[in-house]
């Protein structure tokens, strides 16, 4: 018995590290790809963890059956069929429960993964790059500034596959400058005051920036009538929008921004346009608050522009090189030009759904292999043992619903139960899993239901086809061989 545990599970754990090095170079690959290295997927303190593990299946699927042989009287042998059975349901029963909770698991994160992708964040993140990088580190008048960023712009704006280019003075990971932006005729204490809402940050950006980027703006974007001396103009965005003029439209209108920001003789700036969202500091955070200004009419103590968004045509990966070669032919002192897509920035925090769907949903998928084998197993067993009985069953006219019943009732009654017990299992775990998701319930009946019919009819399967195996054999010619 030992001799042919361990050479099956040998077997087994043989598949399961060749199915580990594949999907780890998969899950890495997907996950990680702009990683240049990557650590084994199976290194020595893995192996030894499979073989203490794959010598303790060994002994105990091995030993336990014989113990209870051994242990067992003559009576209790001869009753050994029924408690053979009773022990294959329980475990085909812990198979299908666990089933249930890792694709309920991959269901809800790959729900989550969908909804977190599916997000408004402001801008066209495939077809958008942005270069990072700081001017202020070099010892530069005014003057050089200038004419270096305009020198970048017209050299990034020739380049092959670029159709726009726009400067901003804001980090996107970072928050901006805070402003107490109010209305004319009531102050920035009736809006900001302690557990109201933040105060909304303030930003320059260039002349036709929120056309560069895909913005949905409603208005216009900031051209060349927003010259200095002229009139103030100002973008926000919708949650400040509701804010400030709940009731009213807010284009046209005047948000004063404060003095210290500002021209103190007029600080008051037009709406021209409201841009429903822009990913700031954080993709998730739907309520932050944002007023722009053009960079032309920037508040007085802002610094020079510090990205520079570029919008291409056709996939921006491929203009990547030649975006950060033309910035550094500009100023080549420049000590660091970080050029990347809009995707790839805000990928790491999509990246925690799409790992816990890609987990969950390959565990999930191995362990209705497992069930699917196993209930496959148990009723090829129980059809083998109960042969003569079946035969005699269907000459006596016993129809295949009947047949069904007898062969695979069990087995498809146990997979029910563990269904029943996975799903509760995963509403128990409700407040650890749904910290995890993304404006999805634990408790989605779409999610749980669909997955329950999945491995109700992946079973089904598994259980027909020995049934049917069986029901065009001869009766009287298994019969006979019995």
Same mark, same amino acid.
């Given at each position: ?12 754990? %043989? ?12 899950? /890495? ?12 997927? #199976? ?19 091995? !030993? ?46 790959? &729900? ?32 050089? #500034? ?45 809006? $900001? ?7 909304? &940050? ?26 200095? *001396? ?14 400030? $003029? ?7 209108? @005047? ?12 600080? @008051?700036?037009?709406?021209? *346009? ?9 993709? %998730?955070?739907?309520? !932050? ?14 610094? =020079? ?10 996939? =921006?990966?491929?203009? #990547? ?5 033309? +910035?550094?032919?500009?100023? =080549? ?19 925690? $759904?799409?790992?816990?769907?890609? &987990? ?9 292999? +497992?069930?699917?084998?196993? !209930? ?11 042969? /003569? ?26 997979? /029910? +139960? ?9 509403? #128990?775990?409700?407040? $650890? ?7 999805? /319930? ?41």
């Amino acid at each position: 018995m030992i001799v042919e545990a361990g050479i099956i599970v040998a077997g087994a754990s %043989l598949g399961a590290a060749v199915l580990a090095v594949a999907g780890g170079q998969v899950i /890495s690959q997907l996950l990680f790809s702009g990683n240049a290295r990557r650590a084994p997927v #199976i290194d020595l303190r893995v192996l030894m963890v499979m073989t203490l593990v794959g010598l303790l299946v060994t002994i105990s699927i091995s !030993l336990a059956p014989m113990l209870y042989a051994v242990r067992a009287n003559l009576s209790t042998l001869l009753r050994v069929g029924h408690a053979s059975a009773r022990l294959r349901s329980i475990l085909l029963g812990v198979q299908a429960g666990l089933s249930i909770v890792l694709l309920i698991a991959a269901g809800l994160f790959a &729900m989550s993964l969908y909804r977190v992708d599916s997000l408004d964040i402001g801008v066209d993140r495939d077809h958008t790059l942005m270069a990072r990088f700081d001017l202020t580190s070099r010892a530069l008048s005014k003057p050089e #500034i200038e004419r270096a960023y305009h020198q970048m712009a017209s050299d990034v704006r020739s380049l092959p596959g670029v159709e726009r280019v726009a400067f901003a003075e804001f980090n996107p990971y970072r928050n901006g400058r805070a402003v107490a932006a109010r209305t004319p005729d009531r102050s920035a204490d009736v809006f $900001w005051h302690p557990g109201v809402s933040e105060v909304p &940050m303030e930003a320059a950006v260039d002349t036709g920036f929120f056309r560069t980027v895909g913005a949905q703006l409603r208005g216009r974007d900031f051209d060349s009538r927003d010259v200095p *001396g002229g009139e103030k103009v100002a973008i926000i965005n919708e949650p400040l929008a509701r804010i400030l $003029w709940p009731d009213r439209d807010a284009l046209g209108r @005047c948000v004063v921004l404060p003095v210290r920001f500002s021209d103190p003789t007029n600080n @008051c700036y037009r709406v021209v *346009g409201v841009v429903s969202g822009f990913w700031r500091r954080t993709i %998730l955070n739907r309520d !932050l608050l944002l007023v722009y200004v053009p960079l032309t009419q920037r508040p007085v103590g802002g610094g =020079p522009p510090r990205a520079l968004f570029v919008r291409t045509m056709a996939d =921006p990966a491929s203009t #990547i090189g030649a975006v950060r070669a033309a +910035i550094q032919r500009v100023r =080549p002192d420049l000590p660091a030009v970080s050029v990347g897509r809009l995707a790839d920035a805000i990928d790491p925090e999509i990246r925690p $759904w799409r790992l816990g769907t890609m &987990m969950f949903g390959l565990f999930g998928v191995v362990a209705l292999a +497992i069930a699917v084998v196993g !209930l496959y197993g148990v009723v090829s067993f129980t059809a083998a043992q109960r042969s /003569s009985e079946i035969a005699v069953r269907v000459a006596l006219g016993a129809s295949p619903r009947h047949v069904l019943r007898v062969v695979a009732g069990n087995g498809l009654a146990a997979t /029910s +139960i563990g269904l029943a017990l996975g799903w509760t299992v995963t509403w #128990i775990s409700e407040r $650890w899993i749904g910290s995890l998701l993304f404006e999805t /319930s634990p408790h989605d009946l779409r999610i749980v239901l669909g997955l329950a019919a999945l491995l109700l009819a992946t079973t089904g399967v598994a259980a027909a086809v020995p049934t049917r195996r069986v029901l065009r054999r001869n009766p009287a010619a298994v019969l006979r061989i019995d």
